[in-house]
């Protein structure tokens, strides 16, 4: 089964799936997702690919929440997750960026100041 949603949104789901679900980050069974909605009179296929019976709330494999799966594989929420986790992600590496000019200036200023102290030591 392919995936219905497209890369970004793809990556995006996972991000959703291993914060909600931690857990299942080392099981192989489940990292072959199946992201296609399905649900039928007496079935819903999970994302790990296991089919369930309809009134199941949670899959009888992996033990993910149907109602938790079919808000999340929608492609506007996915979409709008994804722009909070990039702009979330650009701050964090703005920030990063920021530390690390931060800490190039500290040492500089170190260094000119010791400079500073050795020619003034030097003419005494
Ligand atoms: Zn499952």
């Known amino acids: 089964m392919e995936s219905t949603l497209g890369k970004d949104n793809t990556n995006q789901f996972e991000r959703e799936y ?39 709330s949670v899959c009888g494999r992996c033990g993910i929440s149907k109602e938790w799966f079919f808000q999340t594989v929608n492609v506007d929420i996915l979409i709008q997750r994804l722009k909070e986790h990039q702009e979330s992600e650009r701050i964090r590496l703005e920030n990063i960026r920021f530390q690390e000019d931060e800490r190039k200036r500290i040492v500089q200023e170190n260094a000119e100041n010791d400079r500073i102290r050795l020619e003034e030591d030097a003419i005494k």
């Open 18 to 56: 291993f914060t909600k679900y931690p857990k299942q980050n080392n099981v192989d069974s489940i990292r072959d997702h199946k992201y296609t909605l399905s649900e039928s009179s007496n079935s819903w296929i999970c994302t790990c690919g296991f089919p369930n019976i309809v009134f199941s």
